[in-house]
């Protein structure tokens, strides 16, 4: 059983930063993160995922130059790293676990109870 637990959420003013932090418990460390985002009245979305080893990432379009997907498996921790936060990034942000064909598709085999990213104009 792997338990996800995210942190680091917030309210920011546009332009800002955020970190997001997902701990894991549980042997997580072979599996592909994602974080996912849901707004208001909006599907939930992938928006950026890291393999195990970190040599391959994938971020949505709407997040690509200005979010950054790390993670630190001694630690058991992914992070988010959002810099030049839009209103629009207003949303639910949730950590998961799958492998990376999965993720893409919205799928996970455990996911996190999210944090609240509120961004303001």
């Known amino acids: 059983q792997v338990q996800l637990v995210e942190s680091g959420g917030g309210l920011v003013q546009a332009g800002g930063s955020l970190r997001l932090s997902c701990a894991a418990s549980?042997?997580?460390?072979?599996?592909?993160m994602g974080w996912f985002r849901q707004a208001p009245g909006k599907e939930r979305e992938l928006i950026a995922a890291i393999t195990w080893s970190g040599g391959t990432t994938y971020y949505a379009d709407s997040v690509k130059g200005r979010f950054t997907i790390s993670r630190e498996n001694a630690k058991d921790t992914v992070y988010l790293q959002m810099n030049s936060l839009k209103p629009q990034d207003t949303a639910v942000y949730y950590c998961a676990t799958a492998r990376m064909p999965q993720l893409r598709i919205g799928v996970a085999d455990y996911w996190g109870q999210g944090t609240q990213v509120t961004v303001s104009s």
């Open positions: 549980g042997r997580f460390s072979t599996h592909t």
